[in-house]
Every structure is written in C-alpha cells, then in structure tokens.
C-alpha cells in the first residue's frame, strides 16, 4: 500500500506533518517499538510507529530518525498520547532524513493502525501472488514447466509467510521452499501424511486441521486430473476401486498454518496453488 492511503483512511487518525513529496512510498509492514536504536529489527519497507518513550532530549530525535532511514524504514509515526505535541526536534529530523512523518491522535490506538496496514498489506500481497500463480499454471500448461511447485512454494513463504510443503500419500517429501528455513522432518512428513489419508477417507472436505508437536497444519489435496485406465469389473466395485485409488494416489498440500480463519480469497488462492501443482504431476507423469 502507498503511504497516501493511510491519509484518506479518517479513522487511523493520522496528521501529516512532513514528507508530502514522499507520500508514493510504499508501505510492505509496520512495527512498533520505542528503543533507541531498532534497527537489528528491521528489514526495510516498514512504517514505524513510536511512543516517543526513547526521547530524553532534542538530540535523541537525530540519533533515531538516522537509523530508522539508515534501515529502509518508509514513515514514522508519533503518538501524541505522550508528550502532547510532537516535538519540533524530531520534525527536524525527519525532514532532513527525508523520513515522512505522522502525528497520531491520543484517541486511536497504535493496534489500530497495525491491524489496518497488514490487512492492506497481506490483501495486496495476496493478490500479486495470485497473478503469479495464474502466469505460472498458463505457461505450465502451455509449454515447457515453469521450474515446477519448489517455485510457487518459494513464492509462498516471501510474499505471504507461509511455509509450505508438497508430500505423496506414504509421507514422501516431493517439493518444498529452497529459501524458507529449515526443512520438515521425515517423521512429522509421516504424521501428516496418515493423518491427511484418515480424514480422506471420512470423505470430510479440505482443508484438514492437524496438530503435531506444537505446530498445526492445513493439509490441502492435490487431486489428479489425469486419467488412468480403468481394470475390469462390474461398476459398483470400480466406483469402491476408484475412491481407494484417489485417496491413496493423491498428493497433498501441507502448510504450516491454521487455515481456519482465513478469509476465502486465501483459501482460493491456495487452492490455485494444489491446482497448479496438479497440473505439473500431470505432465511428470505422461513425460
């Protein structure tokens, strides 16, 4: 999201104070914090919103705003709660820093302003990967493999902070992140994948929740499309073949998440990932 945006939202409270020709900047998270030097938590992209509680005199205000623009930070925003008005030491700073900066009211909560920038954020995010993913299924299924689901798994952990991993019916790692922490552990792989085959099995609909050790899970499938030929035998017995055969041939889709309160355009956007990543087991499979 742009800087501009929090200024046309009236319930964040937020009064310009300086920086109007930096209001393009673009906003990629928010932090809170009221220590004198935060840079060791910082990553750039960021409005920062403080209480002042670092200030002892007007020659912290430098010392601060330096380090904040040192560090790739986009704005900062000052409580009033405090001090009353901002004092025009940090003003100076910032203008020199080329740092924009907000006055925010006494009567609106930093928690406020949090919730708001990382809906903004994470819908935006989501978005861009959702395109990625599209771009991504059309040149797989229009030619040769885009760089297969270690792609979209990699794009999952940078744009959305989910780590996600791709495993067979008996707990076989078939992809994962290259880029995203350390990997999944062959006995949790295990886990997840005989507690996926027990809730196919119930015919519950995913995702499916699961809880190992102090993580929980949504375990997606990642259903075939390809088709495979059929044995002989009467219908009744081919549908009862064709159930067992599904559930013991699909992969699945496990994030290290609780996707139980995610809105739908997530769970859409997940879903277009299992569907992509079907697509690319079709093409391995008739290679």
Do not use: N
Request: net charge negative; glycine share 10%.
């Amino acid at each position: 999201m742009r800087l501009r945006a929090l200024l046309d939202t009236d319930a964040l409270g937020l009064r310009l104070l300086g920086g109007e020709d930096e209001l393009d900047r673009t906003v990629r998270g928010v932090m809170t914090t009221d220590l004198r030097d935060p840079s060791r938590y910082l990553s750039g992209g960021e409005l920062v919103l403080t209480g002042l509680a670092w200030r002892r005199d007007a020659d912290d205000s430098e010392a601060f705003v330096r380090i904040l623009a040192q560090a790739g930070v986009v704005a900062l925003a000052a409580g009033e709660a405090e001090l009353g008005d901002i004092p025009d030491d940090l003003v100076v700073a910032c203008a020199r820093h080329r740092l924009p900066l907000f006055a925010v009211h006494e009567s609106v909560a930093f928690a406020t302003i949090t919730e708001h920038v990382v809906r903004q954020v994470s819908g935006e995010r989501a978005g861009d990967l959702a395109a990625v993913v599209d771009r991504h299924r059309r040149m797989m299924t229009s030619g040769p493999a885009g760089g297969g689901p270690d792609v979209v798994l990699d794009l999952l952990g940078s744009d959305l902070d989910l780590r996600a991993w791709v495993l067979s019916p008996t707990g076989r790692l078939i992809a994962g992140p290259k880029v995203a922490g350390p990997g999944l552990p062959a006995d949790t792989c295990a886990g997840l994948a005989a507690e996926h085959l027990a809730a196919a099995r119930t015919g519950r609909r995913g995702p499916h929740r699961v809880t190992l050790g102090a993580a929980t899970y949504s375990l997606f499938p990642i259903r075939s499309s390809g088709h495979r030929p059929a044995a002989g035998g009467g219908r009744s017995a081919q549908a009862s073949r064709d159930v067992r055969e599904t559930v013991l041939s699909d992969w699945l889709l496990a994030v290290e998440a609780d996707a139980g309160d995610w809105p739908a355009e997530r769970l859409d956007l997940l879903q277009g990932v299992t569907q992509l990543i079907s697509v690319e087991r079709d093409r391995r499979d008739a290679a």
